[in-house]
C-alpha cells in the first residue's frame, strides 16, 4: 500500500458527460502529480500541484483541470468527454518539490467513455 | 515529449537469467528513477540515482548512469517470474520545474 489513495478505482461513462477524479496524498506530501496512461502507453505527465498551487503543466487538455485543495487532497476534472480520453489515470504524491524524491503511485482510476 | 526513452521496448528472458534495460533522456536531471508496474497496476517505486551517482545497489537491482551520455541502465541479475512487469524510468528535471517525466517503458517478460 503506497498511501495514496485514488477514487473511483472505475468509470463508465458517456461521451460529452464530466467526470471528477478524486486523489488523497500520503500523509505529509505536499506535491501532486497526475499523470494519464493510455493502453500500450507511458504515463503521460499532465499537472502537478504543491501546497495547494499549481507547480507544473504537462500536456492537459483545455478540457480537463485540477485542483488541490487545503487539505491537500486534489481533484482531476475532465469534461466534454471523448472515447480518446478512455485511459487509468494516476495520481502521485511526493515531498520535496525540486530535490526531486520517489514518488508514491495510488492504483489509478480506470475511465471507459462509451 | 517523453523525457526519457526506454529501450527495449520489449524483452522476454528465461528465468534466471539477467535482465538489462536502457533508458535514454534529454536535458540535464537531478536524479533519475526506475520503477515497476504490473499489468494495470499503480506504479511501485525501484531505486533513484542523483546526478552525482555513477551507480546504486538495492538487492537485485543494480542501475547506473552515464550523465555525458544522458543514459541509465537497470540490471536485474537472477530473475523470477514475479519480475515480469513493465518497467519506466523518470527523470527529475535539473531546473524548478518539477515535473517527473517518464518513458514508455520496457516490458519485461520472464519465461519459466
Known amino acids: 500500500d503506497s498511501g495514496v489513495t485514488q477514487t473511483p478505482k472505475h468509470l463508465i461513462t458517456a461521451t460529452g458527460q464530466r467526470v471528477t477524479l478524486r486523489c488523497s496524498p500520503r500523509?505529509?506530501?505536499?506535491?501532486v502529480y497526475w499523470y494519464q496512461q493510455s493502453l500500450d502507453q507511458g504515463l503521460q505527465f499532465l499537472i502537478q500541484?504543491?501546497?495547494?498551487?499549481?507547480?507544473a503543466k504537462g500536456n492537459i487538455l483545455e478540457r480537463f483541470s485540477a485542483q488541490q485543495f487545503p487539505d491537500l487532497h486534489s481533484e482531476l476534472n475532465l469534461s466534454s468527454l471523448e472515447l480518446g480520453d478512455s485511459a487509468l489515470y494516476f495520481c502521485?504524491?511526493?515531498?520535496?518539490?525540486?530535490?526531486?524524491?520517489?514518488?508514491?503511485f495510488g492504483q489509478g482510476t480506470r475511465l471507459t467513455v462509451v | 515529449s517523453q523525457q526519457g526513452e526506454e529501450d527495449p521496448q520489449a524483452l522476454s528472458i528465461q528465468e534466471g537469467e539477467n535482465a538489462t534495460m536502457n533508458c535514454s533522456y534529454k536535458?540535464?536531471?537531478?536524479?533519475l528513477q526506475w520503477y515497476r508496474q504490473n499489468s494495470g497496476r499503480g506504479l511501485v517505486h525501484l531505486i533513484l540515482i542523483r546526478s552525482n551517482e555513477r551507480e546504486k545497489h538495492s538487492g537485485r537491482l543494480r542501475v547506473t548512469l552515464d550523465t555525458s551520455k544522458k543514459s541509465s541502465s537497470l540490471l536485474i541479475t537472477a530473475s523470477r517470474a514475479a519480475d515480469t512487469a513493465s518497467y519506466f524510468c523518470a527523470t527529475a528535471p535539473m531546473n524548478r520545474d518539477d515535473k517527473i517525466i517518464f518513458g514508455k517503458g520496457t516490458r519485461l517478460h520472464i519465461l519459466p
Open positions: 502521485a504524491s511526493s515531498v520535496e518539490v525540486h530535490l526531486g524524491t520517489e514518488a508514491f
Open positions: 500541484y504543491y501546497n495547494g498551487e499549481e507547480r
Open positions: 500523509s505529509g506530501d505536499l506535491s
Open positions: 536535458t540535464s536531471i537531478n536524479n
